[in-house]
């Protein structure tokens, strides 16, 4: 079997949702969260394929959060292997997450999501990188969709995983969990698994293994579909908020040649979607 379409498929896939997004700048250095898992290695893999293309020199990063006893140091060791055979740089650390947690009264989920994104901006600027890549892909986006539902949400609650937030980039948006491993299957690539993922103990957990799989009876291409009307809320958000701005210039704008002295200086508030904002909590990935 000819694998070659398949890769090509991927990179190609990567390329144009990059480009699409302006995710990369040419001669920017750019942090890659690596986990060890499936995601983060396909996301590894291709921009490692695309370094030279992109100009984009890289760096991986791994935490170890010791959650997992022998699991989490089989991971790290599995980073420094890949990292060392592709020749990637490595940032390595450790967090005591369950001290964090009790620490800040805050879930254990929560205290690794804080002390991995809080580690990711502090080494980004350390070492003068661009940006951070992580591995979200559309299956994710379309969890977070459906998790929002759920609580209850606006607009902007129904656009999922954004691509770019800040410095936080995400190349394998558009891609699905199918399409990485068959990716890393054509390649012949290995991962490591977390075990933590096949259990439906956590919100998000009990979407991917019960809900998406009896929403796939009813419609086989579903996470397609939510993926693709979450587009379609994206582009008519930014025609909404283009429309507002235009609107707030108009009457916060003084008239040609006024030559009144002390023209108010309206302040309105950042647009949000009153929904969004009011007893909901947007899961922001």
């Excluded at 498929?9 to 699409?20: C, Y």
């Excluded at 661009?130 to 892909?137: E, G, K, P, Q, S």
């Excluded at 998790?147 to 800040?166: D, F, S, Y």
């Excluded at 019960?210 to 419609?219: A, T």
Aim: aromatic share 6%; charged share 25%.
């Amino acid at each position: 079997m000819n694998k070659l379409p398949t890769i090509s498929t991927f990179v190609n896939q990567v390329r144009h949702f990059a480009h699409h997004h302006q995710l990369f700048a040419p001669r920017g250095k750019y942090i890659i969260a690596l986990s060890g898992g499936a995601d983060s290695v396909s996301l590894l893999l291709v921009l490692k394929h695309l370094e030279s293309e992109l100009g984009i020199p890289l760096e991986a990063a791994h935490c170890n959060f010791h959650l997992r006893g022998d699991e989490s140091l089989r991971d790290e060791e599995f980073c420094k292997q890949l990292c060392r055979r592709l020749h990637v740089p490595l940032h390595l650390v450790h967090f005591d997450t369950h001290a964090y947690a009790d620490l800040h009264h805050v879930s254990i989920e929560m205290a690794a999501r804080d002390l991995r994104y809080a580690y990711f901006e502090q080494l980004r600027r350390d070492i003068h990188a661009h940006d951070i890549c992580v591995a979200h892909h559309r299956d994710d986006s379309v969890e977070t969709l459906l998790l929002n539902l759920v609580r209850g949400t606006g607009l902007r609650g129904l656009r999922g995983i954004q691509p770019r937030n800040a410095h936080i980039i995400r190349p394998l948006l558009s891609h699905s969990r199918q399409q990485i491993e068959q990716y890393l299957d054509a390649l012949g690539e290995s991962y490591v698994t977390d075990s933590t993922n096949l259990h439906n103990d956590v919100k998000r957990n009990k979407i991917r293994l019960n809900i998406i799989p009896l929403l796939r009876e009813l419609n086989p291409s579903v996470s397609q579909s939510i993926f693709e009307t979450s587009l379609r809320v994206t582009e008519a958000l930014k025609i909404f908020d283009d429309a507002i701005q235009r609107s707030i210039a108009d009457v916060t704008t003084p008239p040609s040649g006024d030559t009144c002295r002390g023209w108010p200086s309206l302040q309105f508030p950042q647009q949000h979607d009153a929904q969004s904002t009011k007893n909901t909590k947007i899961v922001q990935e």
